[in-house]
């Protein structure tokens, strides 16, 4: 019973938000000297912070097979919710 405790639509909802978040600060430590502000107003200007957002998701593919692998389905629904949720995000990035 406690393997699938954590099987929730929120427990793969949760970190599938954060995931891409932490991704997108990783790659601003590593390769901006800048504020993560002036980090992200430059992707905007540049018309790529659309792309930004898809790349740092992808890292819910991997947190998605996870949950599949270990049986935690509707974990792994949690993660597809979240990556529709981006997705919404980055079509709004892209066209405002």
């Known amino acids: ?6 099987d929730t639509v929120l427990s793969g909802l949760v970190p599938a938000l954060v995931l891409p978040s932490l991704t997108l600060l990783g790659l601003w430590i590593v390769k901006s000297d800048s504020s993560l ?3 992200l ?3 905007q200007q540049l018309k790529m912070l659309s792309k930004m957002v898809s790349l740092a998701t992808i ?3 991997l947190l998605f ?4 692998w270990t049986n935690r389905n509707f974990s792994a629904r949690g993660v597809i919710f979240a990556t529709f949720l981006l997705a919404f995000v980055m079509l709004i990035l892209k066209f405002v």
Do not use: G
């Open 59 to 61: 890292p819910n593919l």
């Open 37 to 39: 502000v002036d980090f």
């Open 1 to 6: 019973m406690s393997e699938k405790k954590f």
């Open 65 to 68: 097979f996870l949950f599949i």
């Open 41 to 43: 107003v430059q992707f």
